[in-house]
């Protein structure tokens, strides 16, 4: 069946480092990628999303990239803010199926 | 608008006690879904309505009784529900729930503790 590995948490930086969460996938077919952002007591935000191989999804500075050769679709920003700490979960969603989610990586950023 | 609301925020519920969760929604999606969430760990799917129709249940004890009035609500009733039912109810919704490049919008939750 599918699934979705995320690296473990948690992950703890200082404002304005880099930031890559490792996110991998197994799936059949050509399933959609997604990362969502949780923050501290509230419900899931879609980050972004991408739908085919070689596609960038990016919002408010995270970057991730679909790649089917390596079957990745690595977070990415280039300096993380406090406001950034929440939960990170990578998901795919494939045809005619239901979401497969990661377990989550939990991001702290200190000033 | 992309937003889903879900009511109450938070429910403190006893064992014997019969509550509902409530999710609306106004983007003219077709599908809803139900999840639920423990702390730490990623949504768990419990019920999927497609146009109005139980298309999925994930095995969910009988004790939830999800229901669709139209296609902008979805409930979820509790009744008898135990303490390890305590967590975040999460709503969500999409366009169609067939296509893998239609994305789920959540709702905040409903934090649910079940004494």
Redesign the interface.
Known sequence: GDSVTQMEGPVTLSEEACLTINCTYTATG???L?W?VQYP??????LL?A?KADDKGSNKGFEATYRKETTSFHLEKGSVQVSDSAVY?CAL???????T????T?LTVKP | DTEVTQTPKHLVMGMTNKKSLKCEQHMGHRAMYWYKQKAKKPPELMFVYSYEKLSINESVPSRFSPECPNSSLLNLHLHALQPEDSALYLCASSQDAGASTDTQYFGPGTRLTVL
């Open positions: 050509y399933p959609s997604f969502y007591g509230e419900g899931l935000q879609l999303k739908t979960f969603r494939p045809n005619a199926g239901k979401s989610f990661g377990d989550g939990t």
